[in-house]
């Protein structure tokens, strides 16, 4: 696990940083690796082709507002590529995620997707498709599509999943809906484990419980997704604090 920039708090300003860490899970110890060469915060990053590209968190400059990590060599390089105009100035994202070997990015104001192969930009503003359910908490790819939850059940479904090359959403079918509870997921986020859905969340926010909630994912006829809660468990209590979730990342090992 590649963790990458971030800020040092200096005074009462925070001031970017372009260090970079990796985390070994399989025998639990962590390392040092090459600086960035752009101190770095609210960046993007994905794995195309076995290399990890990063992108913003810093002002825009065509030159290096992407650069790539060699993982073999343990080196890194600049892209330079054209950014996009109507990407925010401090290239600070909400989140990201990686389908179809581009690099999918959240802001504000719109949504971008960097292809690093033939280095391609594409964009979307802020009534886009892209941007009706997409978020940095209850949302992540399983299987190159993306997937996020829907509280108002507008598709009649609380799970949706993006089509990329279609560019539309579509509901995840079955009876999975009758079984997921009512978890307030403001307080909640959602991973990739395994190829399945996890949800960890609470029912509100006073709540000192940690629920999870597994869904398995199939595709039927017509690429139709379905899903199915296959457990539903207590995983952590607090009998003093009110615990939260900031981040929710999982590691195969």
């Known amino acids: 696990m590649y963790i990458m920039g971030g800020t040092n708090p200096i005074g009462f300003t925070n001031q970017p940083v372009s260090t970079v860490i990796v985390i070994d899970c399989r025998f639990h ?3 040092n690796l090459p600086d960035m060469l752009r101190p770095r915060y609210h960046a993007a990053a994905g794995v195309i082709d076995g290399n990890i590209y990063v992108i913003g968190g810093c002002k825009k400059r065509d030159a290096d507002w992407v650069e790539v990590f060699d993982v073999t060599t343990e080196t890194w390089e600049t892209v ?3 950014c996009p105009e109507d990407a925010s100035e401090n290239g600070e994202f909400v989140t990201y995620v990686v389908m179809h070997g581009r690099i999918f990015t959240l802001e504000l ?3 971008f997707a960097y292809e ?3 280095g391609l930009w594409q964009s979307w503003g802020v009534e886009s498709e892209l941007m009706r359910y997409w978020n940095s908490s209850t949302s992540c ?3 190159d599509l993306l997937y996020a939850i829907d509280l108002t059940c507008s598709l009649g479904y609380p799970i949706v999943v993006y089509y990329p090359n279609e560019l539309v959403w579509g509901p ?4 999975y ?6 978890l307030s997921y403001n307080w909640s986020k959602m991973a990739n484990f395994g190829g399945k859905l996890v949800i960890l969340g609470k029912y509100s926010w006073g709540s000192k419980d940690i629920w999870c909630i597994e869904i398995a994912l199939e595709t039927r006829q017509e690429n139709q997704i379905w899903g199915e809660v296959e457990s539903i468990s207590l995983v952590f209590r607090d009998e003093i604090m009110m615990p939260s979730i900031e981040l929710c990342r999982t590691v195969m090992v």
């Open 177 to 182: 809906s009758y079984n997921l509870p009512l």
């Open 116 to 118: 690093p192969r033939q």
């Open 109 to 111: 104001g719109g949504c």
């Open 141 to 143: 790819v399983v299987g």
């Open 172 to 175: 995840v079918l079955g009876g």
């Open 29 to 31: 110890t962590w390392r």
């Open 80 to 82: 330079p590529s054209q």
